[in-house]
């Protein structure tokens, strides 16, 4: 066990470097994204994060940086905070480009939903507004890129009815279901 708090520890993911373990400790009072090393150790207060997006969260592959759902950006050395897009959004889901140069986000209009990219600079800010990749008929969940970062898998379905799907990141054909 490497936490201790009476606290809720939840959401653990490790750094890329494999060192270090980020994850979100939730109180009545707060939620607080930490770090800890993987081998166990102190633990180290981060940042607070906004409610109700704090579990969502996903290391940049230096693992200076973190998103969260809302599309908000933490560093991970010094906590400074920063938006990707204003005003705030309901976005969840990010997930990182194995490059660093683009934030792909689930974004909801009730229960459809859309997989969006957000396309950065070399320092983290965005090159314009997100485009949208693809629309949904149905909810998605757990956006992940391929190791190549050719495509985004992601779950999608209704209630009980879940399944994995993939795109290509460059939109060029319309989400299919996994074969398995």
């Not at 150790?41 to 969260?68: L, M």
């Not at 983290?124 to 391929?146: H, Q």
């Amino acid at each position: 066990q490497l936490t201790t708090d009476p606290a809720d520890d939840v959401c653990p993911a490790f750094s890329p470097d494999g060192l270090s373990i980020g994850f979100v400790r939730v109180s009545k009072e707060r939620a607080t994204f930490m770090v800890i090393p993987a081998i166990g150790g102190p633990e180290r207060v981060v940042a607070d994060v906004t409610f109700p997006y704090f579990s969502f969260f996903c290391w940049f592959p230096d693992g200076k940086w973190i998103v969260t759902g809302g599309l908000a950006l933490i560093s991970t050395e010094t906590g400074e905070t920063r938006r990707l897009t204003s005003p705030p959004t309901p976005d969840k889901d990010p997930a990182v480009s194995p490059d660093g140069r683009t934030v792909a986000f689930g974004s909801w209009a009730g229960s459809m939903g859309s997989i969006c990219l957000l396309d950065l600079t070399e320092d983290l800010k965005p090159k314009g507004e997100p485009r949208r990749l693809t629309s949904l008929k149905s909810s998605l969940w757990g956006l992940a890129w391929t190791p190549d970062g050719r495509e985004i898998i992601f779950g999608s379905g209704l209630m009980g009815d879940w399944s994995l799907w993939k795109v290509p990141a460059s939109g060029a054909r319309e989400p299919e279901p996994l074969p398995f």
